[in-house]
């Protein structure tokens, strides 16, 4: 993750031979997010269609703006008993988000410039200003109601992603006729609108706000938006790699209002100095804070040896990326060629390519008849004399390795009755799982097991099932 506010977005390269770290402005997915944009001016409350990419939905919301020669249009516009101007630039929007006089509420929405990825998160912003309470005025109410939703259609009020959906904006967020910001962080999932105003009814929109006027009837709540924000949140790969030795840094700007930390120790310089293993990088927002975490490792061209043997057993193949899996490789050469699996025994020239350059290596592929041979009685009596009170699993392997997996004892109705598993030695004691003694009789066995080369990279899954008598 590179950047939650908004002006930055860092985009991390694999560190090879040079740490290398690019930053660059990342872009406002809300198009006109400040309202500064117009057709034409504004004369008259109610003409929100002057404004370019924005949309109104319902009702009529306003725009006000310095350029108007409406003196109720051209801030600072008088409400109640504070004074309304933008939070930045020219112009502001202002929205009912319900009067009980008219029995209304407004929305306008807007297509973001690129719909929210799937899995992608955002940091999203807004401000927001609420009027002082006075009973004698219409803007009477202070709304908890103000929403902002992202859809996927206009015409379908199906709010995928909404922020202070439930009225749960905290009275200390109610700031009377001050300009407060709205954040959250979004967790995108192909929404291609932002729908800005009030999804609830009349009742509850009253519900949510504060009227301190005696006549709820005449009641209604005005709000003013401005700044709206929305920039994508880049993810931290999971792991970065570098190739030297010299230290790892990416060139941040911190802004106004942001706070990075670096594994808990706050960062206050313009540069973020990772180390070596988990990195976990916290950008703070002061409503809002983004977690991210990246695996810092040092990748020298050589990592492989000179020479590897591996052991197949007749009929077997051998998989090479998944044999060097834990070297970090991009890709491999097989003498020269892309080739992922080997089948046939013989010496093998290795190129094997990582972030940092290449390495070579020799193979020698060796193949052999492999056995493992398990031999399972079919009784054994649990009746404390020392001589056959266990259930065992007897195996002799040449040139495998066996790791058995699950023992599981069914009854004759086909009931599991108990239940092992990743026992170096298997065994059952004629008990249930839960220590109750069964029995004598006729049970079921199923041995699950898988049997490994040396080399730990080839394995065979094996089972096998019998009858075992048990008798006290």
Same mark, same amino acid.
């Given at each position: 993750m590179k950047n939650c506010f908004g002006k930055l977005l860092i985009a991390m390269t694999l560190f090879c031979v040079f740490n290398t770290v690019e930053s660059q402005e990342s872009q406002n997915l809300v198009p006109n997010g400040s309202f500064e944009e117009l057709y034409t001016?504004?004369?008259?409350?109610?003409?929100?269609?002057?404004?370019?990419?924005?949309?109104?939905?319902?009702?009529?919301?306003? #725009?006000?703006?310095?350029?108007?020669?409406?003196?109720?249009?051209?801030?600072?516009?008088? $409400?109640?008993?504070?004074?309304? #101007?933008?939070?930045?630039?020219?112009?502001?929007?202002?929205?009912?988000?319900?009067?009980? !006089?008219?029995?209304?509420?407004?929305?306008?929405?807007?297509?973001?410039?690129?719909?929210?990825?799937?899995?992608?998160?955002?940091?999203?912003?807004?401000?927001?200003?609420?009027?002082?309470?006075?009973?004698?005025?219409?803007?009477?109410?202070? =709304?908890?109601?103000?929403?902002?939703?992202?859809?996927?259609?206009i015409n379908e009020n199906v709010y995928q992603n909404c922020i202070y959906e439930y009225g749960d904006l905290d009275d200390e967020d109610l700031v009377e006729g001050e300009w407060v910001k709205r954040d959250a962080i979004i967790r995108g999932s192909g929404?291609?609108?932002?729908?800005?105003?009030?999804?609830?009814?009349?009742?509850?929109?009253?519900?949510?706000?504060?009227?301190?006027? =005696?006549?709820?009837?005449?009641?209604?709540?005005?709000?003013?938006?401005?700044?709206?924000e929305m920039h994508e949140i880049i993810a931290l790969p999971d792991t970065i790699y570098y190739c030297d030795s010299s230290s790892l840094i990416q060139d941040i700007e911190i802004l106004e209002n942001e706070k990075y930390y670096l594994n808990g120790i706050e960062v206050t310089t313009s540069s973020i100095n990772y180390s070596i293993g988990l990195n976990i990088l916290m950008i703070d927002f002061g409503n809002v804070t983004y977690f991210d975490t990246t695996f810092v490792t040092a990748n020298n061209v050589s990592s492989a040896s000179n020479s590897y043997e591996i052991i197949l057993c007749e009929g077997e193949s051998v998989n090479i990326?998944?044999?060097?899996?834990?070297?970090?490789?991009? =890709?491999? $050469?097989?003498?020269?060629?892309?080739?992922?699996?080997?089948?046939?025994?013989?010496?093998?020239?290795?190129?094997?390519?990582?972030?940092?350059?290449?390495?070579?290596?020799?193979?020698?592929?060796?193949?052999?008849?492999?056995?493992?041979?398990?031999?399972?009685?079919?009784? !054994?009596?649990?009746?404390?004399?020392?001589?056959?009170?266990?259930?065992?699993?007897?195996?002799?392997?040449?040139?495998?390795?066996?790791?058995?997996?699950? $023992?599981?004892?069914?009854?004759?109705?086909?009931?599991?009755?108990?239940?092992?598993?990743?026992?170096?030695?298997?065994?059952?004691?004629?008990?249930?799982?839960?220590?109750?003694?069964?029995?004598?009789?006729?049970?079921i066995y199923l041995i699950e097991y898988k049997l490994a080369r040396y080399d730990g990279q080839n394995y065979q899954q094996m089972s096998k099932a019998g009858e075992i008598n048990l008798f006290y």
């Open positions: 001016c504004p004369e008259q409350t109610g003409d929100f269609d002057n404004l370019m990419f924005w949309k109104r939905k319902s009702i009529t919301p306003d #725009v006000f703006s310095y350029c108007s020669n409406n003196p109720f249009i051209q801030p600072p516009i008088i $409400l109640n008993t504070f004074i309304g #101007v933008p939070y930045t630039g020219e112009a502001m929007a202002g929205i009912y988000t319900f009067s009980n !006089f008219n029995d209304v509420s407004e929305s306008f929405t807007v297509e973001l410039i690129e719909p929210l990825k799937y899995g992608v998160y955002y940091y999203f912003s807004f401000m927001h200003k609420v009027p002082s309470l006075n009973n004698s005025s219409d803007f009477s109410c202070i =709304s908890k109601t103000i929403n902002a939703c992202f859809t996927y259609s929404e291609i609108f932002l729908e800005v105003g009030n999804v609830y009814n009349i009742e509850q929109s009253v519900s949510y706000s504060f009227c301190p006027s =005696s006549d709820i009837i005449t009641a209604s709540a005005y709000n003013l938006v401005d700044d709206f990326e998944n044999f060097f899996s834990g070297y970090n490789y991009d =890709s491999i $050469l097989i003498n020269g060629r892309e080739q992922a699996v080997i089948e046939n025994a013989g010496s093998y020239f290795l190129t094997l390519f990582n972030p940092c350059g290449y390495d070579t290596s020799f193979l020698s592929v060796v193949e052999t008849k492999c056995s493992c041979n398990i031999f399972i009685p079919n009784s !054994f009596s649990p009746n404390g004399d020392g001589i056959n009170d266990l259930f065992r699993v007897y195996d002799h392997c040449e040139n495998s390795d066996i790791e058995y997996e699950r $023992l599981t004892i069914y009854d004759r109705w086909g009931g599991v009755v108990s239940k092992s598993e990743n026992r170096s030695e298997p065994y059952w004691d004629g008990k249930t799982s839960s220590g109750q003694v069964l029995p004598e009789g006729i049970y």
